[in-house]
């Protein structure tokens, strides 16, 4: 999977490269921030990006991107009084090929497909208020818990955008996106769902 990533990934400049000599289209610079939801954590944050957009066509582009994400939830449960917290980051980069129809309207619609690269990092904390179990097990009162686990994958990656303003340098909009890893063999995989709005501006 690796070696498919990093093929795929000189593959992309390659052509970025050919575009900048053969195309007088230039590039272009986007940043956003959406929500997001972590299924696999079942919670929900915010994820920021930033990616260049270089045309090898009329219609299409190559889009490297980098970004990350944090998310926390905080429970109270009623059993014992207990309090749990989970905190959430992820860093990451991808590559991906943008199609933007030519037609008049339709030109404000764009849609992205790539794969990507995660690092992520769950913590989990407890906080235990019930000094004593049936004589079993004792805590002190705000015994804390800790505990934590990373993970590295592959993922597919997939986006639309809804243009919304744009002038001759100047572009901004709404973004869809939906991401799913493909090398992780649990069964339950992490994804996450985003939505939200970038600003865009023409190099």
């Known amino acids: ?37 972590y299924s696999k954590e079942n ?34 449960t009623r059993y014992f009084n207990n309090e749990s917290y989970q905190y959430f980051t992820s860093i990451g980069g991808s590559i991906a090929a943008r199609y933007t129809p030519t037609q008049k309207i339709l030109d404000r619609i764009s849609v992205d497909a790539g794969i990507a690269y995660l690092n992520t990092i769950s913590t989990y904390g407890i906080q235990r208020q019930k000094i004593e179990i049936d004589d079993i097990m004792t805590y002190s009162p705000g015994h804390i818990e800790i505990s934590y686990y990373s993970e590295k994958y592959f993922a597919f990656t997939g986006s639309v955008c809804i243009e919304v303003i744009r002038t001759a340098r100047i572009n901004s909009g709404v973004r869809f996106d939906y991401l799913t890893s493909f090398s992780d063999d649990n069964w339950n995989k992490p994804d996450i769902k985003q939505a939200g709005l970038y600003f865009g501006v023409k190099l």
């Open 1 to 37: 999977m690796r070696k498919a990533f990093v093929i795929t990934f000189f593959l992309a400049v390659s052509f970025s490269v050919f575009a900048q000599d053969k195309s007088s289209n230039t590039g272009s610079l986007r940043f956003g921030v959406n929500a997001a939801f």
């Open 43 to 76: 919670v929900t944050g915010v994820n920021i990006y930033g990616e260049f957009a270089q045309p090898v066509a009329s219609y299409l582009s190559v889009v490297p991107r980098v970004f990350g994400g944090v998310a926390t939830d905080f429970k109270q």
